[in-house]
């Protein structure tokens, strides 16, 4: 390796591992219960699987790699808690270190491309958080830092990593199809030996092997991508999780995710189309990119992160175009512009990854130490509750003790029943008297010792809250992203006199919360 690939290489890392530890806010719930939750699965035996791995529509082989350190950890009885936090999102980071590597490289170690790579604030909220997408993002960077753009080159090694992409995200067919197509059109080998030889053998050869990695995993056959298209096409079951209107990528999921950096990229479209004729790889690019922005706008589920999947493409592009701008520019414009690209990326990195959403990673520490220490006057231990919108915080990876836990449940609408409403929804129609359904009074060891719960919650179930004191309160966010959310994250615990309290109220239930529940129960 020479001098400089080891200076590059240290810089990212740096950058990356930094970003562990800089970013201590809840994103999304995926993070944890699509990847950590179903590695302590596996490795511990407790975890909860929710309905995407019971239906067997997600490969394990993102989770397996998580559920491989974890059981290093254990069989070395270190597997504290802070580790099983701490070493997911390192291995994450290494992994898009080397894509940035990678990307560097792609971009013919162009100075313009590790200051993209490194400034881009969304790759780094997300980059060493254990999403699926993220490692996506990172593998496809990889890949296509393997694709033979060279005249010459007939390098067919990035088939590796697009065959494992396309199995475990089958939506990467949407931005690896046009430059499979440009591939195999570019290739002097013919067509259909490429396609039986290269294709057909490493795409067979892939599959088998996560196939059965999944199917002794989830204890029976399975091929996991073709449950999620039944899913997900044929079921529309993700239509369930929020409708946005067919425009969001271009109009708020694109500008948000490049922040300032959409100004560079829509030039080197513009700049690409003034020069069509120019590059070809240029246009299977854009190509690319636009396929898959126009295939994620029709589904109707529709989030940031699904961008990682073309981030490396569209940061590419913007590198590409200020190599060409800088060229003939002083070098005070350039550092005029750089700067103002630093500062626009820092600013949401450090509030979104410092401060908006960390209520409910915090409070998570607090509930671990509950639930190694606390016992109820009968020698019970801990059970907790969290009545929160579902998979608000992380769940038995955050804990790592086997305590009885219970959260509200999001599950799609699998009967196709009219008017359906989860289970969460119900509980926010009528909190009350969904807890007087649910939570059986008697005896009252059945209660929750702890309940977790946002403070825009606190009064619409301050009834049921006059047996449990507040613990501790925790700041989660400035920003409401909806009216289910709270300012603060509030942890609960039954109080000593909750027996006598509930044995009293049992006697004197009011006649209008009877009456409540029999209309429940006639619907
Ligand atoms: C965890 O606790 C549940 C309920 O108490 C029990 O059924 C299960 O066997 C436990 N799992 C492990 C791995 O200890």
């Known amino acids: 390796m020479s001098k400089e690939a080891a200076k590059v290489i240290f810089l990212l890392l740096c950058v990356r591992i930094s970003s562990v530890f800089v970013i201590k806010t809840f994103f999304s719930p995926d993070e944890y219960w699509q990847s950590l939750e179903v590695a302590h699965r596996i490795t511990f035996g407790y975890g909860h699987l929710t309905w995407e791995w019971t239906k067997g529509i997600r490969s394990y082989f993102y989770p397996t790699l998580f559920a491989a350190i974890y059981k290093v950890l254990d069989l070395l009885k270190i597997d504290s808690r802070v580790f099983l936090i701490l070493l997911p999102r390192i291995f994450q980071a290494l992994i898009a270190s080397y894509a940035d590597y990678r990307f560097y490289v792609w971009c013919n170690r162009k100075k313009w491309?590790?200051?993209?790579?490194?400034?881009?604030?969304?790759?780094?909220?997300?980059?060493?958080?254990?999403?699926?997408?993220?490692?996506?993002?990172?593998?496809?960077?990889?890949?296509?830092?393997?694709?033979?753009w060279n005249e010459n080159s007939e390098n067919t090694g990035f088939l590796w990593i697009t065959a494992l992409l396309t199995y475990i995200r089958p939506t990467s067919v949407l931005t690896w199809a046009p430059?499979?197509?440009?591939?195999?059109?570019?290739?002097?080998?013919?067509?259909?030996?490429?396609?039986?030889?290269?294709?057909?053998?490493?795409?067979?050869?892939?599959?088998?092997?996560?196939a059965a990695l999944d199917s002794y995993i989830h204890g029976s056959f399975i091929i996991t991508p073709y449950e999620f298209f039944k899913v997900n096409v044929l079921d529309g079951i993700g239509s369930f999780y929020g409708t946005h209107p067919w425009y969001w990528y271009f109009s708020t999921g694109l500008p948000a995710i490049l922040g300032i950096g959409i100004v560079p990229f829509f030039l080197s479209i513009f700049v690409a189309i003034q020069s069509w004729d120019e590059s070809k790889s240029r246009q299977y690019i854009l190509f690319s990119i636009i396929l898959t922005i126009f295939g994620y706008s029709l589904l109707p589920h529709k989030e940031f992160r699904f961008l990682l999947q073309i981030l490396p493409l569209c940061l590419y592009c913007i590198t590409q175009f200020l190599s060409e701008w800088s060229r003939t520019k002083s070098t005070i414009v350039i550092w005029l512009v750089a700067v103002v690209i630093l500062v626009s990326n820092v600013i949401p990195a450090g509030y979104l990854g410092f401060v908006h959403q960390q209520g409910t990673l915090n409070a998570m520490d607090k509930l671990a130490s509950i639930a190694s220490d606390y016992k109820t006057e009968n020698g019970q231990p801990a059970k907790f509750l969290f009545l929160m919108p579902c998979h608000s915080t992380p769940y038995y990876s955050h804990i790592h003790q086997n305590v009885t836990m219970r959260f509200l449940t999001c599950e799609p609408n699998f009967k196709n029943q009219e008017?359906?409403?989860?289970?969460?929804?119900?509980?926010?129609?009528?909190?009350?008297?969904?807890?007087?359904?649910?939570?059986p009074v008697h005896p009252i060891d059945a209660l929750p010792t702890h309940v977790i719960v946002f403070d825009t919650l606190v009064p619409k179930i301050s009834d049921f809250l006059s047996i449990y004191k507040p613990l501790e309160i925790f700041f989660h966010a400035d920003h409401l992203v909806s009216q289910r959310n709270g300012r603060n994250v509030m942890i609960y615990e039954r109080t000593q006199v909750a027996k006598k309290k509930i044995e009293s109220d049992i006697v004197k239930e009011t006649p209008e919360v009877k009456q409540e529940d029999q209309i429940q129960d006639e619907l």
């Not at 980059?127 to 033979?148: D, M, V, W, Y």
């Open 419 to 439: 008017n359906y409403l989860d289970e969460a929804d119900k509980f926010y129609e009528a909190p009350m008297v969904w807890i007087r359904r649910h939570l």
């Open 113 to 148: 491309s590790l200051f993209i790579i490194v400034t881009s604030w969304f790759w780094f909220y997300t980059g060493s958080r254990t999403f699926i997408n993220s490692f996506e993002a990172a593998l496809t960077t990889i890949a296509l830092s393997f694709f033979p």
């Open 179 to 210: 430059l499979c197509f440009y591939h195999v059109k570019k290739s002097k080998y013919p067509g259909w030996e490429l396609l039986l030889k290269r294709y057909l053998f490493i795409g067979l050869f892939t599959g088998s092997v996560l």
